[in-house]
């Protein structure tokens, strides 16, 4: 359970890297320009293949961090049968319980019934005699 749960805290702060990055504001000052020189567009040809392993290298953490989900959620799926077998489990038991107790209380009813007509039989007898 603390895997889960250190698990899901670090996914949960890599879609918040994510979406912090989503809400910045390109800011072309920031860049400086680009000349069309034959030196220039392999710099930049380099920074596109530089960006592309960045957004490669991000994809495949998306996906690592979608199977680990996909795993815990697997795991949960699992302790959630467990769960549900040892509640049936209980729940026959409890069942097998109840029925034994009903039949139970039948047999002491039936006794105490007994009794009492044993108990009026003999009231009755001691009446006729006296």
């Given amino acids: ?47 596109s293949s530089l960006a592309q392993d960045a957004i490669s290298e991000q994809s495949t953490n998306f996906n690592n961090a979608l199977f680990e989900l996909d795993s815990a959620q697997v795991n949960i799926r699992n302790e959630l049968l467990e769960y549900k077998a040892k509640y049936q489990e209980v729940d026959t038991q409890y069942q097998l319980i109840k029925e034994q107790r009903k039949v139970l209380n039948d047999q002491i009813n039936s006794i105490e019934r007994r009794i009492k007509a044993i108990e009026r039989s003999k009231n009755h007898i001691r009446k006729t005699m006296i």
Avoid: H, R, W
């Fill in 1 to 47: 359970m603390k895997k889960l749960t250190v698990f899901l805290a670090m996914a949960l702060l890599l879609t918040q890297n994510c979406v912090l990055a989503d809400g910045m504001v390109y800011d072309p000052s920031e860049y400086p320009a680009v000349n069309t020189t034959k030196s220039t567009l392999t710099n930049t040809s380099s920074n």
